[in-house]
């Protein structure tokens, strides 16, 4: 299972970087992101025995919040390199830094009110064994995604335990 998960992803990941490899970034990324959202699906599809209806509400709910908790994450992930950025320097500026925390510290908040609107849907959506598959398979699935994306961005090389995969 394992395998087949991993020679999924990589498979994807190479069949991905040829013809993307000649388009603009942003055009890369959603291309990427696609492919990585129809992954997901696939395995939770899979995973959880989902028929077709509820697989397709399922990816409704899905569709509805990524677009917000994704615009989250870019703004913390920004908010974060400027953060270091700021360490790094001989004198950080305390106002900047008090600011980029709280950035920080709204965004995750507003991103763990979205994915907890987001859980209440899908339980209305799946059943509870469904929902207890979800919770138990979803991990090992996003961490399987992220060890791939680390690979393919550092040639490769797989993460050691002193990586961060976010």
Same mark, same amino acid.
């Given at each position: 299972?394992?395998?087949?998960?991993?020679?999924?992803?990589?498979?994807?990941?190479?069949?991905?970087?040829?013809?993307?490899?000649?388009?603009?970034?942003?055009?890369?990324?959603?291309?990427?992101?696609?492919?990585?959202?129809?992954? /997901? &699906?696939?395995?939770?599809?899979? =995973? %959880? +025995?989902?028929?077709? *209806?509820?697989?397709?509400?399922?990816? !409704?709910? $899905?569709?509805?919040?990524?677009?917000?908790?994704?615009?989250?994450?870019?703004?913390?992930?920004? /908010? &974060?390199?400027?953060?270091?950025? =700021? %360490? +790094?320097?001989?004198? *950080?500026?305390?106002?900047?830094?008090? !600011?980029? $925390?709280?950035?920080?510290?709204?965004?995750?908040?507003?991103?763990?009110?979205?994915?907890?609107?987001?859980?209440?849907?899908?339980?209305?959506? %799946?059943?509870?064994?469904?929902?207890?598959?979800?919770?138990?398979?979803?991990?090992?699935?996003?961490?399987?995604?992220?060890?791939?994306?680390?690979?393919?961005?550092?040639?490769?090389?797989?993460?050691?335990?002193?990586?961060? %995969?976010?």
């Amino acid at each position: 299972m394992k395998r087949t998960l991993t020679t999924m992803i990589l498979a994807g990941a190479l069949a991905l970087s040829l013809p993307a490899a000649a388009q603009p970034d942003g055009q890369k990324r959603a291309q990427v992101r696609q492919r990585i959202t129809e992954f /997901a &699906m696939q395995q939770i599809t899979q =995973q %959880l +025995a989902l028929d077709a *209806p509820t697989a397709q509400r399922f990816r !409704q709910v $899905a569709e509805k919040y990524e677009p917000q908790i994704a615009g989250l994450h870019r703004e913390v992930g920004m /908010a &974060m390199k400027e953060l270091k950025a =700021q %360490l +790094a320097a001989l004198k *950080p500026d305390e106002a900047k830094l008090s !600011q980029l $925390a709280d950035t920080i510290f709204n965004d995750r908040a507003k991103v763990q009110a979205l994915e907890a609107q987001r859980t209440a849907e899908n339980r209305r959506v %799946l059943t509870p064994v469904q929902i207890a598959k979800l919770i138990v398979v979803w991990p090992k699935i996003n961490h399987q995604i992220k060890v791939e994306i680390w690979q393919a961005v550092h040639g490769g090389q797989a993460p050691t335990a002193a990586d961060d %995969l976010e």
